[in-house]
């Protein structure tokens, strides 16, 4: 019996990065750490369940998880003229926050525009997590709420007690 793996469109990267908020840019590219490159469910799978939860990320500490040509950086040329979808977890939150992780993660690899995302972002922050889906081409407005609505009613689905906010930041106010 074979087995069929069934690949992605696009092959994605997990990044890593234990950064604290002292870091100048040119520094933080070399505390990116590249751990491992997927294009098949089965090792997506695998990955997600050898890393450790978002949760158990040292504090100002990331996974980075982009297209396999794209780095998780503002300066990359294919998100200089994007942005990134927002959604704020306090840490005493109610939810399962590392299973909104996968699940944001999951949607992410399989969005059906993938030409629009271009990787996704959690961060551990003092009082809170942070997920961000990180996009191309910001000025593409309709794709671009899609996106963000399509996001937010996956979570909902899954999490009957999903309430927060889920909102869009475009990098150009960071470059």
């Not at 750490?33 to 990331?62: H, K």
């Not at 979808?85 to 926050?97: D, F, G, R, T």
């Not at 690899?109 to 995302?117: A, D, H, K, P």
Request: aromatic share 18%; hydrophobic share 35%; net charge neutral.
């Amino acid at each position: 019996m074979s087995s069929h793996k069934y690949h992605y469109q696009n092959p994605w990267t997990l990044w890593y990065d234990s950064s604290s908020n002292n870091v100048i840019s040119y520094e933080w590219n070399q505390l990116l750490i590249r751990i491992s490159t997927f294009d098949n469910l089965e090792d997506f799978l695998f990955l997600l369940t050898n890393i450790a939860y978002l949760t158990d990320l040292p504090l100002g500490s990331s996974y980075h998880v982009f297209k396999n040509n794209i780095e998780p950086s503002w300066e990359d040329e294919s998100n200089k003229n994007g942005g990134k979808w927002i959604l704020l977890l306090p840490k005493n939150s109610c939810c399962n926050i590392n299973k909104i992780w996968e699940k944001s993660l999951s949607f992410t690899v399989f969005y059906e525009n993938c030409n629009l995302i271009n990787g996704i972002v959690g961060s551990v922050k003092k009082n809170h997590l942070r997920i961000s889906i990180w996009t191309s081409k910001s000025e593409a407005k309709n794709d671009q709420i899609n996106l963000g609505k399509n996001w937010y009613f996956f979570l909902k689905n899954y999490f009957d007690d999903f309430h927060f906010k889920i909102e869009y930041s475009p990098h150009k106010s960071f470059n």
